[in-house]
């Protein structure tokens, strides 16, 4: 748990060109929780709370369930008043042996739209593996990008095609290749 506010005693002397010196003698108050609940289960949350307005500035809530490398699910809802709105769902999961689901669902409520999705798979035959992803990524209010990467490694030699894995442990929070931690067989045997 953490708490805090900053307490200014003498008025703000030095500004930034165009800049008005700060009205208050407080900041907003900041506070974090955050806590491994068992063994699989984190969850934190954020708020940062405007005491002249009493109103709610910034928000955050989140959580992780990971059963072990390759077993993880993500959900974080954010808030900023006024401009921001979104849920925040993501996931690595074995779905048959050798063969893990990829996918994150980033939704703006306050505009009603997709602001990232993600979704793919991951094939480990032990000394190769398959990635193929599919990306869609708001760029403007209006507008959207969609990317797709097909990448085949053989373990310990190279890599061939798009390179996916900065986007993958860019959306999936605690995203492993399954190259990095699974054997042909154990995907499941958990």
Known sequence: VTVGQRYYFADQQVTFPGVAPR???????????????????????????????????RANLGGTWREGPGRLFNADYRYTQGSLNQIDLSAQWPLAPKWHGLARLNYSIQESRLVEGLAGFEYNAGCWSLRGIVQRLATSQTT??????????????????????????RSITGYVPSSEFATPNSDLAH
């Open 23 to 57: 009205s208050r003698n407080t900041t907003d108050l900041l506070a974090q929780v955050s806590s491994q609940i068992n063994p699989k289960l984190r969850l934190a949350s954020g708020v940062q709370y405007n005491t002249d307005t009493h109103s709610l500035a």
């Open 144 to 169: 959207a990008t969609s990317a797709f990467f097909l990448q085949l490694e053989l373990n310990g030699l190279t890599k061939l095609g798009p390179n996916p894995l900065e986007v993958l442990k």
